[in-house]
């Protein structure tokens, strides 16, 4: 429970502005539902919800294990026509996926992790259509700074705010973090328009789970602390993620 509690904070902000956007696309082209494409979706968590709302959505991932999931997923929700997973990465994007091909792309927490961002954020323009909406949501920088901070790690916390990379060490799991000027150029260079930038887990990485969890609409209170503060630029710059939604 406190888990799914703890997502449902994490995921809330995104899944708004996210369907914001393709409300906006879907005036932009009327028809019956978006073609989305969810570069390392995984089992399914926007997509099979996106589905159900009538979207047709392609998941690209390079996990045969989280297809599977994605498939039962979707069965289970009785969206199985609406959803294909197909296995492959961003470098394989346009071809698996087709170029101009879709109205959205999804990249949440995979451009960490690819070898060339730039190349991968040009292999998403390459398969949205005129006017197409990228949803991006990636590591910060500045939070991993602070929380080694707050945990007594000082030297780490001084190489996270100096690595290119923004990480703090060899054991770092995370193999890249961004800053908003750099993702913001990096963007701009594969032919992006950033439209606008939000905060994600300002508050939620923070707050003691067993006061999430026991105390009566904790969460629904730090729900509404993450929207109120997304969007404000000094906490912005604290949050764990960014989520930016651009067009091409």
Known sequence: MVDRRRRAV???????????????????????????????????????????????????????????????????????????????????????????SADAVLCHGVLEYVDDPVQALQAMASVLREGGVLSLLVAQRNAVVLARALAGHLAEARVALQDADGRWGANDPMPRRFDEAAIGAQLADAGFMVHTVHGVRTFADLVPSAFVDSEPGAAESLAELERTASQHPAFRALATQLHILATR
């Open 10 to 100: 994490r995921t809330a902000l995104v899944g708004e502005a996210l369907r914001v956007a393709l409300a906006g696309r879907a005036r932009v082209d009327p028809g019956s539902g978006l073609d989305i494409v969810d570069l390392g979706g995984g089992t399914g968590g926007f997509a099979v919800p996106l589905a159900v709302e009538g979207h047709r959505v392609t998941v690209v991932d390079p996990s045969p294990d989280a297809l599977a999931s994605l498939e039962r997923r979707a069965r289970d929700e009785g969206v199985s026509e609406l959803v294909r997973g197909v296995q492959g990465d961003a470098a394989e994007l346009p071809g698996v996926a087709g170029e101009s």
